[in-house]
């Protein structure tokens, strides 16, 4: 029989998450180094339960901090940047873009160092994990430019799916936006997959290799009128989508709960039709005509 769980009980790398030390990755690693004790005991393993402010949870000897408020931040990430904090290469990361805000947040998901676009910045733990999720199909909206446009035939095998080396991919949305003089094309994607680098095999399937690749949204987030390197704070609006799409609402309606309040325009009544308003100005003239008693 299983001892029930305290309330309030934690993964062990979870607390450290929370607490800003590390990603849920990164702090699964610093338990496995042993590096974390537990009311001063070393522990191996990042699935202990712990309740935090309660459990004396330390890194290093150094206990952890409180947990900082939840934060969240879009960045228009640019070319030749990778998206985790430690790399081997010693290549730029878009973390040192955001050095200057005030909490430690990690990215959601990746984007691979050829590739710029709209790159979500969290401390939630929980709705980073939810997001990058398979099950949670969150959407993507790129453009890519192709060499050599593609015929529909082509277009319609990446709209079913393609087997790659890694299985079938999901069903997904294109476009042709623009073809260009020299008979290369810029296509507007949409995959809800997080998939190394799919929409560059995508297209490397049926042999038109990408040259430039940009996510222009995650999520329903868009960097339109952003520049590159900008980063900015997601309003209460658009953390409503994000949590409301990680909960599994539909992207089309994710939201539309926390909408017209204070603050919010209201939708306009429709206009009266022109039989209805020729309706009413008969009975109108009616009421004038009709003559009184007496």
Same mark, same amino acid.
């Given at each position: ?5 305290? @309330? #309030?009980?934690?993964?062990?790398? $979870? ?18 180094? +042993? ?9 191996? /393993?990042? *699935?202990? @339960?712990?309740?935090? +402010? =309660? ?7 150094? @206990? ?14 640019? =070319? ?9 290469? +010693? ?8 050095? /200057? ?8 998901? =990746? ?5 710029? *676009? ?9 709705? &980073? ?37 890694? *299985?079938?991919? &999901? ?33 490397? &399937? ?44 539909? @992207?089309? =309606?994710?939201?539309? #709960?926390?909408?017209?309040?204070? *603050? ?18 008969? $009975? ?11």
């Amino acid at each position: 029989m299983t001892a029930p769980t305290e @309330p #309030g009980t934690v993964r062990l790398a $979870k607390a450290i998450a929370r607490s800003g030390v590390a990603s849920r990755r990164g702090a699964e690693r610093l338990v496995a180094e +042993g590096r974390v004790t537990v009311n001063g005991e070393l522990v191996h /393993h990042p *699935g202990h @339960p712990v309740v935090p +402010g =309660r459990d004396r949870i330390a890194v290093d000897g150094q @206990p952890i901090p409180e947990p900082a408020p939840h934060a969240y931040f879009l960045l228009y990430k640019p =070319r030749g940047t990778v998206t985790t904090r430690d790399d081997p290469q +010693g290549r730029r990361s878009v973390l040192d873009l955001v050095e /200057h805000l005030p909490v430690r947040v990690e990215p959601v998901g =990746r984007l691979d160092i050829e590739t710029e *676009g709209a790159l979500l910045l969290t401390n939630d733990g929980e709705l &980073a994990h939810r997001l990058t999720h398979p099950s949670s199909q969150v959407p993507k909206r790129y453009l890519v430019k192709v060499w050599k446009e593609p015929d529909d035939k082509k277009l319609r095998r990446i709209e079913r799916g393609i087997v790659l080396e890694d *299985g079938r991919t &999901a069903p997904c949305r294109l476009r042709v936006v623009e073809r260009t003089d020299s008979g290369n094309a810029w296509i507007e994607i949409t995959v809800t997959e997080g998939r190394n680098r799919l929409v560059r095999r995508l297209f490397e &399937a049926v042999g038109h290799p990408v040259s430039k690749l940009r996510r222009e949204s995650f999520a329903t987030l868009s960097i339109r009128g952003m520049a590159r390197g900008e980063v900015r704070p997601l309003t209460a609006e658009e953390v409503a989508r994000l949590r409301d799409i990680a909960a599994g609402v539909p @992207p089309s =309606r994710a939201g539309l #709960g926390h909408r017209r309040r204070k *603050g919010f325009a209201r939708p306009k009544a429709p206009p009266t039709r022109p039989l209805q308003r020729k309706k009413a100005a008969r $009975k109108a003239r009616g009421r004038k005509k009709k003559p009184s008693r007496r």
